[in-house]
């Protein structure tokens, strides 16, 4: 059978001595993985198509449940801008890690496939000054977009306000509701309105305009920090790319195939 559709390449995985398997988020067929034979060689027709983020007219060869090979993969968009920094690298690995670790894959969602090639439009056209405020809202967006944003606003159980936040139930508490015998002694972390304030307008504001929001740079730290808590209690265990600090001493890694 033969598959043809839009993908943005998620990662990639090396197959033996030559051979990758690619996963791909479509505007098709969801989150699919598909096999390229010999990508790795020299003069591979592949080109740089198969690079991580590039946004590519694909076409498979196979059942999408038993990985089909990709017979041919066009550039649409490279997206080498964003694999090249590697703050805005390291942001959307998170956003990938995501995507991959809480959607189930082979489900076609039209919307997600928009909403992340529009994420990496917008990080590539932004300006440097306001790219930490805009990596932290696209991760906010993404989480609720997929339906796993945490709920900040007011207590999750009675709605009262409140301003400690459970990661293990991923919502605002308060203090009535997180004492119940079932919760004792469970962690919390204390956060102010401003946090509140900019979370929900990270939420509820179109992405193009998101930069008209200036916030603090310890709101900022404060809410990522919120998040970061949030992700590992999720997935169970620490996002594998946020153990790497932007702006730190650049590791030796290779996007390159
Ligand atoms: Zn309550």
């Not at 489900?107 to 439009?121: E, T």
């Not at 993404?142 to 999750?156: E, M, N, T, V």
């Amino acid at each position: 059978m033969l598959i043809r559709t839009e993908g943005i390449v998620l990662k990639t995985q090396k197959y033996g001595e030559a051979d990758l398997i690619v996963t791909f988020l479509t505007s098709d067929k969801g989150i699919i993985n598909a096999f390229a034979k010999s990508p790795r060689k020299t003069r591979s027709r592949f080109g740089s198509s198969l690079e991580p983020l590039t946004h590519t007219k694909i076409s498979l060869w196979g059942k999408e449940q038993s990985l089909p090979k990709i017979t041919q993969a066009d550039i649409i968009d490279s997206f080498h801008q964003i694999r090249e920094n590697y703050n805005d690298f390291v942001n959307i690995s998170k956003l990938v890690e995501i995507l991959i670790s809480l959607m189930p894959a082979g489900i076609p969602n039209k919307r997600i496939f928009s909403f992340f090639l529009n994420i990496l439009h917008t990080v590539k056209a932004s300006n440097q000054e306001s790219r930490d405020a805009l990596h932290l809202i696209t991760r906010i967006r993404l989480l609720a977009a997929i339906g796993y944003a945490p709920r900040l606003k007011g207590c999750g159980r009675c709605g009262h306000e409140s301003l400690d936040f459970y990661p293990d139930s991923g919502t605002t508490l308060c203090s009535k509701c997180a004492v119940t015998p079932d919760r004792a002694g469970k962690p919390f972390m204390r956060i102010n309105n401003k946090v509140i304030h900019f979370y929900l307008h990270s939420i509820e504001w179109p992405i193009h305009i998101s930069n008209r929001l200036k916030p603090a740079s310890q709101t900022l730290a404060e809410l990522s920090g919120l998040l970061d808590k949030h992700l590992t209690f999720l997935l169970s265990k620490k996002l594998k790319s946020s153990e790497f600090h932007p702006n730190s001493i650049r590791p030796q890694y290779k996007v390159s195939l």
